[in-house]
């Protein structure tokens, strides 16, 4: 943009923390930008000026890792409740006027962020489209002609424009993936209960999950850290268990049989699928096919089955009162309702249950699934000729999630020749694997770079902070990289490799006398560094840990480290008194470069 703002979460720390940055000029760049006419209709209602510059200039001058969420702008899809905000769900006729927000929404403003407004999205969350919405239709943001995906229409297209940094919607049936893909984001669709939907407007109560749309896997494991949380205002929430799935350095991912792939026609669809694959194989994994047809008629039983009948108890008598006041697509489509009765209901849940016994043996194959996000894309020309039938291929791929109990993320993975516009594929693992996955993505998209949505801003520089997983995470500075000398001491203990980053720029590097092999320390200063010094970060278990920790040789140590994303890590320090003789190597900000110098 003209301003240079980025909006990703790094560069708005590192602004703020130097001072070159205050929250009311990212308030004012915000509504600059979302007035931009190049992406009409993402928005139903906005905060007033004067009452955002308000929020902006009433943060407190705290710390991000107090507030890790200080003066981060975010949209808010319009089935989500903020107080002082009309609730329309997509129909103005049956807009409400929340006097609370909901949970999530307000643990992301305690933490900081701006909520800029409300975004618009297929009315009642009904659709992967974004074209079913009486305040006009997204489109997407590299092709007018093309759709944006929805329900969470607005909310893509918000931080794929960079109007925010990241945005809330929800998924049901795809709804936070679909439109990820179509705007070359992510797109978290989070375990069922992991983020309360107390104050969401309900499309399929038992099925909903608040959904994340970032720039970055980082990004959305920052804003996921801060929203999960068990809520006893919500009846389906659920507390994060203390054991969560990991996914191993050499991970095993399930790829789709060559017979089963389905993508509509969109050769070059099945190519970037292909493409996908091999980078996967080239980041550690094991490919490994899998028999989809099980998740397939589990897909299929969302919209064949009594779950729409959620949709028609969620609108009571105004679906009957105020017919016309619906979209008509919407209408039929839960209209179907009254086709299902009791019977019908534990019919659908008995071939439920039994298609989930039937697929739970592929998780004792593979780590994660790999799939397309979505098969193809659509022209508004094409959708609108045959809405149902094309929004139902856009669900091939994801319509199983939730009612098969499974986390998802969605990630941008390369654009098509022919036209520029982005295809996406989605890592799905067991429930509570959330972080898991975005670690997994992080490392994918620092492989392969590129850029949030159609913005300037690079997606692969951007490191995980601190997961919420099982295991210590670990920072390495030296002997202990890969393909250093000391590294077999953490693959013997099968670390994984979760990613690359900095310290904070606090710390002294040197290079330490009389050890073999050769050894960096690292010192804390009080005076502030050029930059940070190079650190990898590896995961072990408990056991794996203090076992480790016992083969250190002073005068090493384990103590605290900062990073420069404002969280904190395990990591190597180097006593006072090791430091005698020691060489000063902290212009070359990493030991590798260091260990490069000397070879020249």
């Known amino acids: 943009m003209s301003t240079g703002i980025s909006l990703d979460l790094i560069s708005l720390r590192r602004a703020y923390a130097d001072g070159t940055l205050m929250p009311v000029q990212v308030v004012e760049e915000v509504l600059r930008r979302a007035e931009d006419p190049r992406f009409p209709h993402v928005w139903i209602e906005k905060l007033g000026r004067e009452d955002l510059l308000a929020l902006a200039k009433a943060l407190p001058p705290k710390s991000t890792a107090e507030l890790p969420l200080y003066g981060v702008p975010f949209a808010i899809k319009d089935n989500i409740d903020i107080a002082g905000i009309k609730t329309t769900v ?18 992301l403003i305690a933490a900081g962020a701006l909520p800029i407004g409300k975004a618009n999205l297929d009315q009642f969350a009904t659709g992967l489209v974004g074209t079913r919405s009486p305040f006009g239709i997204c489109q997407s943001v590299f092709d007018p002609e093309y759709i944006s995906g929805g329900s969470s229409s607005g909310s893509a297209v918000a931080v794929a424009s960079g109007m925010v940094t990241f945005a809330l919607g929800t998924d049901t049936a795809g709804s936070g993936r679909v439109p990820a893909s179509f705007n070359n984001i992510v797109g978290l669709k989070p375990t069922k209960g992991l983020l309360s939907t107390n104050g969401v407007f309900p499309a399929c109560r038992s099925l909903d999950c608040v959904s994340i749309f970032a720039g970055s896997c980082h990004d959305a494991q920052t804003v996921l850290d801060v929203a999960a949380g068990f809520d006893a205002g919500d009846a389906y929430s659920r507390a994060l268990p203390k054991s969560t799935p990991t996914i191993a350095t050499n991970f095993k991912f399930g790829v789709l049989p060559i017979a089963q792939r389905e993508f509509f026609g969109d050769t070059e669809a099945a190519e970037l699928y292909e493409q996908a694959i091999a980078s996967f194989r080239a980041a550690g994994g094991e490919p490994v096919e899998f028999d989809y047809a099980p998740f397939a008629q589990a897909a299929a039983l969302l919209y064949a089955g009594p779950w729409v009948s959620e949709r028609r108890w969620a609108l009571g008598d105004f679906f009957e009162k105020h017919g016309d006041a619906i979209h008509p697509v919407v209408r039929e489509i839960i209209g179907n309702a009254k086709k299902f009765d009791a019977v019908a209901t534990f019919d659908a849940q008995y071939k439920l249950q039994a298609l989930a ?94 850029k949030v949505g159609v913005t300037p801003t690079e997606i692969s520089s951007q490191p995980l902070p601190n997961a919420k997983a099982s295991g210590v995470l670990l920072a390495v500075v030296g002997a202990h990289l890969r393909g250093q000398p000391l590294n077999h001491q953490l693959t013997s203990r099968k670390a994984g490799f979760i990613r690359q980053t900095r310290t904070a720029p606090c710390y002294q590097l040197f290079a330490l006398a009389n050890t073999q092999p050769p050894k960096p320390g690292l010192k804390r200063v009080m005076e502030k560094m050029a930059q940070g010094i190079e650190v990898e970060i590896w995961s072990l278990d408990d056991t794996a840990f203090g076992s480790f920790v016992a083969e250190i040789p002073p005068p090493l140590g384990i103590g605290t480290l900062e990073l420069e994303d404002g969280t904190s890590v395990k990591g190597f320090l180097c006593e006072p008194i090791g430091l005698d003789g020691a060489r000063d190597i902290t212009q070359y900000a990493g030991w590798r470069a260091f260990r490069a110098s000397l070879a020249k």
């Open 90 to 107: 997509g129909c103005p006729a049956f807009a409400y006027a929340p006097e609370k927000s909901a949970t999530v929404v307000a643990k």
């Open 357 to 450: 016994q039937t697929v739970a043996p592929a998780w004792e194959k593979v780590d994660v699934l790999l799939l397309p996000t979505a098969g193809t894309t659509y022209k508004f020309s094409e959708l609108l000729a045959d809405p149902i039938k094309l929004n139902s291929n856009l669900g091939y791929y994801t319509n199983f999630v939730n009612l098969l109990d499974l986390s998802a993320l969605a990630l941008p993975a390369g654009f098509r020749k022919s036209n520029g516009l982005p295809f996406g594929v989605t890592l799905i693992g067991r429930a509570f694997a959330d972080s898991a996955l975005l670690q997994l993505g992080a490392k994918y998209h620092q492989a392969i770079g590129g």
